[in-house]
C-alpha cells in the first residue's frame, strides 16, 4: 500500500504562496485518487482539494477557488498543492490522502473516502 510524505510547509505572510508536496511510496501512485485536506487548531480536519488518477479532474472547496491549485506528476509519485494569496484563516496542518480507484476520473472530498493519510506539514499565515 501506499506511504505517503508531504513537505513545504512554513511561516509566510498573508499575500504570499507556497507550494506543499506529498512524495508517495509503496506502491504505482498512479493508481491512487489524492486530495488535500487541513486543520486548524480546534477545528476539524475539512477538504480542500482532490484530483483523479489523471490530473484533469480536480475539485476545489469553495474557500480555496481561484487561490489553490492541485495537480500531481505521476512519473515523480509526488503530488502537489500551490497555494496562493494566502490568507491568516489559511493557517493549519495540511494533509494529504490517498484512495486506490480503477476508475481514472473519480475523486473524492470526503474523509471517510481516504484510505491513507501523510503525516501532516505546518501551514502558517501571518497578518
Known amino acids: 500500500q501506499v506511504q505517503l510524505l508531504e513537505s513545504g510547509g512554513g511561516l509566510v505572510q498573508a499575500g504570499g504562496s507556497l507550494r506543499l508536496s506529498c512524495a508517495a511510496s509503496g506502491d504505482t501512485f498512479s493508481n491512487y485518487a489524492m486530495g488535500w485536506f487541513r486543520q486548524a487548531p480546534g477545528k476539524e480536519r475539512e477538504f480542500v482539494a482532490a484530483?483523479?488518477?489523471?490530473?484533469?479532474?480536480?475539485y476545489y472547496a469553495d474557500f480555496v477557488k481561484g487561490r489553490f491549485i492541485i495537480s500531481r506528476d505521476n512519473a515523480k509519485n509526488t503530488g502537489y498543492l500551490q497555494m496562493n494569496s494566502l490568507k491568516p484563516e489559511d493557517t493549519a496542518v495540511y494533509y494529504c490522502?490517498?484512495?486506490?480507484?480503477?476508475?481514472?476520473?473519480?475523486?473524492?472530498?470526503?474523509?471517510?473516502?481516504?484510505?491513507?493519510w501523510g503525516q501532516g506539514t505546518q501551514v502558517t499565515v501571518s497578518s
Open positions: 484530483t483523479s488518477r489523471s490530473v484533469g479532474n480536480t
Open positions: 490522502a490517498a484512495r486506490w480507484v480503477n476508475t481514472i476520473w473519480a475523486l473524492f472530498s470526503t474523509i471517510g473516502e481516504y484510505e491513507h
